[in-house]
């Protein structure tokens, strides 16, 4: 799978509010109402993560998770794959 571009990277962004693009990842940190939901969108993401073949960094810090997107296959770069779970991991989060 080919790396994208910095414009094809911003395209996908300007539909993933709160998303960014840095040091080859793509970043974002959802805050829930408690630990509960966190864990329960961890959970979420884990299962689509699984039937993808594609898993996030994630970082869990009470209400908060933060995912990271890169794809390691690729030398740790930005490709579809990243913005495909970036917006299942939106999908998840909106499940709540």
Not at 27 to 52: H, S, W, Y
């Amino acid at each position: 799978m080919p790396q994208l571009s910095e414009s094809e990277i911003q395209q996908a962004l300007s539909a993933l509010p709160g998303w960014s693009h840095a040091n080859n990842t793509l970043t974002k940190t959802f805050t829930l109402p408690d630990f509960a939901n966190a864990i329960a969108l961890v959970n979420g993401v884990a299962e689509v993560a699984e039937k993808q073949g594609h898993h996030p960094d994630m970082d869990i810090r009470y209400n908060r998770v933060t995912f990271t997107l890169s794809t390691h296959d690729v030398g740790n770069a930005v490709t579809e794959k990243d913005v495909t779970l970036a917006r299942e991991i939106e999908s998840e989060a909106q499940a709540l």
